[in-house]
């Protein structure tokens, strides 16, 4: 979605809570990763400041001026807006009050003994699906697009990503299932969008879902819609995903993340081409192209039973895989242009151009977060610039020439390939060092400054090896 469509209430959470205390606990921890925070101190202030100030989540209390008060605030919260995405969080939960928490239509449900960075992980995947719900509503309309070469604003230049470009605008003349696969941050679902653009359908509506952003029961609800009276709150009858995507595409971001039974759901759609919204007998005809994306390695996916063969094969008609960008460093120049240019349209400050010694930096930096990584430093750059001329000290300080160097260990024993990947783990395991050190452990900020997820560092916390400790939160 374009910035400038967002809602100015984009990152704010509205935390309820009676006791002072907690409140105050949940503010910092939620601050301290970069949340802006609303707050209220009981049901009706709660239901005041949602209605005026319209957060994107909303974390409340389960008990306070009465046991079961969230999920007073809940009913009454979701009849102001249907779509609203509240967790409720309580040291008192029972399964069967969570299961009713859920029936009226709750994001998740918390049971906490203490505040701790616990909390972080379903509220990040809130604000996921919020954004998706915005984002989806805006797509749903025609996309306008402005090709800045390339691949509908991918943009390269050096043969393997140029091979992607080729095979993917020749694959959009055609109605076939896309199966996208690379690292985190490559540009899969931009490549998506360009299948999409290019194709004959590309007057109809391209529908994202980022299925790992989404609890399993209201996953089925999004992809294939309700009927009135389903369940509580479903006051009218409600479109899936599927049907809003009818003659046009919709692209599944993160499949691998799906579970067995959802694939199997999945797999009837595409046999069928037809769906059946929850609560009805009524199937209903899609006329839809699917293309999926996964970060994973599919067919290890499928050999270790994660991933249905047979749903694999239907979706991985066509393959496309998107190299990570240490492997085309000739496209960084042509990158770090196209996001300035981007940047600059939008009348932000003016910058002409890159010094050559800041151009050699960028290109000699691995960069883990790929394409994803290398926009956000150039955001970085445009925030704190005061020069025309982009040099290396405007670059962020991980990126700064400094006296700890990597060095490659030249034994001729080593192929080329082994090497390359040992001096890769290696910077690796101190880039994280370096950040975790800056950052007193704080893995969000970490991640933030890195470009990368939370689940992504503490991936590389446990693979290189690296010592840790999780901050301490005061209760």
């Known amino acids: 979605m374009e910035k400038g469509k967002r809602n100015n209430n984009d990152g704010k959470i509205l935390v309820i809570d009676d006791q002072l205390t907690v409140l105050e606990s949940i503010v910092n921890l939620l601050k301290s990763s970069h949340y802006s925070c609303l707050t209220a101190h009981n049901k009706a202030e709660g239901l005041k400041v ?46 069967p009050v969570a299961v009713e928490a859920f029936k009226k239509g709750a994001f998740d449900f918390i049971q906490k003994v203490q505040i701790s960075h616990d909390i972080l992980l379903p509220i990040e995947r809130a604000f996921k699906y919020a954004r998706m719900q915005q984002e989806n509503e805006y797509l749903r309309g025609k996309v306008n697009i402005a090709d800045d070469g390339g691949f509908y604003g991918a943009v390269g230049t050096s043969p393997p990503i140029c091979d992607v470009f080729e095979k993917a605008k020749r694959v959009a003349r055609t109605i076939t299932n896309v199966f996208i696969t690379g690292e985190t941050g ?84 595409l046999n069928d081409r037809r769906v059946r919204r929850l609560g009805s007998v009524k199937e209903r005809e899609v006329d839809v192209r699917i293309i999926s994306a996964t970060n994973k390695d599919p067919e290890e996916m499928v050999k270790s039973g994660m991933m249905r063969e047979d749903l694999y094969f239907r979706l991985n008609v066509i393959r496309l895989h998107v190299p990570p960008l240490r492997e085309r460093k000739e496209d960084i120049p042509v990158l770090a242009y196209h996001f300035l240019k981007k940047s600059n349209s939008r009348g932000l400050i003016k910058i002409d151009k890159f010094s050559n010694e800041t151009l050699l930096i960028l290109q000699q930096y691995p960069w883990p977060g790929n394409v994803r990584e290398l926009e956000s430093v150039i955001e970085h750059i445009i925030a704190l610039s005061n020069s025309p001329i982009v040099r290396p000290e405007d670059l962020p300080e991980r990126l700064r020439p400094t006296s700890k160097r990597v060095f490659v260990d030249t034994n001729a024993e080593l192929d080329f390939k082994t090497s390359k990947e040992r001096l890769l783990q290696t910077w690796e395991k101190q880039y994280i060092e370096t950040l975790l050190e800056k950052y007193d452990n704080n893995v969000t900020k970490v991640a933030d400054a890195a470009g990368l997820n939370r689940k992504t560092i503490y991936r590389l916390i446990d693979n290189r090896g690296i010592e840790f400790r999780k901050m301490k939160i005061d209760n």
């Open 186 to 269: 490559t540009g899969k679902d931009v490549i998506a969008r360009g299948i999409h653009y290019y194709s004959q359908r590309k007057d109809e509506s391209f529908v994202p879902v980022l299925v790992s952003a989404l609890p399993e029961h209201l996953l089925e609800r999004e992809l294939f819609g309700h009927v009135k009276g389903t369940f509580t709150g479903a006051n009218a009858d409600k479109q899936g995903l599927f049907e809003a995507a009818d003659r046009g595409t919709i692209f599944l971001d993160e499949i691998a993340e799906v579970s067995l039974e959802m694939q199997h759901k999945l797999l009837r759609v």
């Open 50 to 95: 949602f209605k005026e100030k319209k957060p994107l989540v909303v974390l409340t209390d389960l008990k306070m001026e009465t046991p079961l008060a969230g999920i007073e605030f809940l009913q009454e919260a979701r009849q102001i807006d249907p779509d609203a995405v509240i967790l409720l969080y309580t040291a008192y939960g029972t399964v």
